[in-house]
């Protein structure tokens, strides 16, 4: 699990149309530089949103590689949705606490983080 | 004083791209709204245009994140997005170097900052210009602050930040236009995207309108994040505003929840005095 270089990789993609070109040519090579499991190349080159979001990679990085692969706005949301809905929790980066469940059930997650860490501190 | 404008205003890349998913009348008030704006902001006849933007990882990424950072290019360009899902063309946009440094070096008075002479626009800032310089033509000096990768600045280094480019812009022979973009309550690009709380968008701004420093101080990014969701750090461009214009009131000219752009759009100019120069 390399959540950095996920989104490393992605960042340098999103803003780079030289970079676009070459990862249509070869995405494999163009992968090569990032420290990547091969979970998170599989995903990456599929393009698995879900599975991307459940890493943990962030939505306004995330939201332009389904640009790029012309993945429509409501399907890129509903992939996201699916994805937590099959993988889990999202693992790990800013929304690990907040999850995929909307505002109430990150609010009661949240209180649970919070009272088990006051527990922990006392 | 050289601040000839002062406002506020949304950015999300749904305001242009997604369009014509929206409701075509909250549409044409939103974009009525950024008209009025517009036609002030031509009206105060500024020289250059300091745009305090949240960007979403265009330039800047957790490889070496600046908390606020200042553009000192000759020009810039936008979108890094497909312009055809953003629905704006790739442009070239000047900046104004000598200006820049001059503020940077001003700025770097009372703030810590970085500064790029590389700069490349993503929506932060594309979709305020594409409303508000239409021409891309008026210079630009693009301000960011780090509202998407924690840690973050805390909110009084924020306040103190633009309380020293408020110094800064009083020293710049130039007319200085300024505005700050970016969402309140929001959840954008996330499976909650379209979710917004009204009723702590209508208190922020609220409070804004007052210029009621305590109060916006108050907010902890761990509150703000479960009431109104991560696209609520970006309230840190909002406030830089506040604080750049010495606790001016401000006047909220168009405020209205719209789910397809991801946001409580809003419109919003600080009530600067009449100058005359």
Known sequence: MSLYQVQKFLFELNRDTAAQSSYREDQRSALSPFDLTPEEIQALMKPDIGLLFHFGVNGQILM????????????????????????????????????????TAHGQRLTQSEQHLGRQET | MTLVFAGVCSHAPGIVGRAHLADEVAKDRLYGAFDSMRERLEASRPDVLIVVAAEHFANFFMNNMPSFAIGMAESYEGPIEDPEWLGISHTR????????????????????????????FDHGIM???????????LPVIPVNINCQGPPLAPLHRVWAFGEALGAAIEKLPERVALIGTGGISHWPATPDSGKINE???????????RCDKDAMLAYTDKNSYLDAGQGAFEIRT???????????????????????????CTIATIDLPTVDI
Request: no cysteine; charged share 20%.
């Open chain 2, 238 to 264: 909002f406030m830089t505003i506040s604080a750049a214009t010495s606790g001016l009131p401000g006047t909220i000219h168009f405020y209205k929840p719209i789910p397809i752009f991801a946001v409580g």
């Open chain 2, 127 to 137: 979709v305020p210009l594409h409303f508000l310089t239409p021409n891309f033509d």
């Open chain 2, 199 to 209: 009723e702590w968008d209508r208190n922020f701004l609220d409070q804004w309108s």
């Open chain 2, 93 to 120: 946009i000047p900046g104004a170097r000598s200006v820049s440094e001059l503020l940077i070096n001003e700025v770097m008075q009372g703030a810590d900052i970085s500064y790029a002479e590389e700069w490349k």
């Open chain 1, 64 to 103: 332009h590689f389904a640009a790029f692969h012309k993945i429509e706005w409501q399907d890129y949301l509903q992939r996201m949705r699916d994805g937590v809905q099959i993988h889990g929790p999202v693992r790990e980066g800013v929304y690990a606490v907040t999850g995929y469940e909307g505002v």
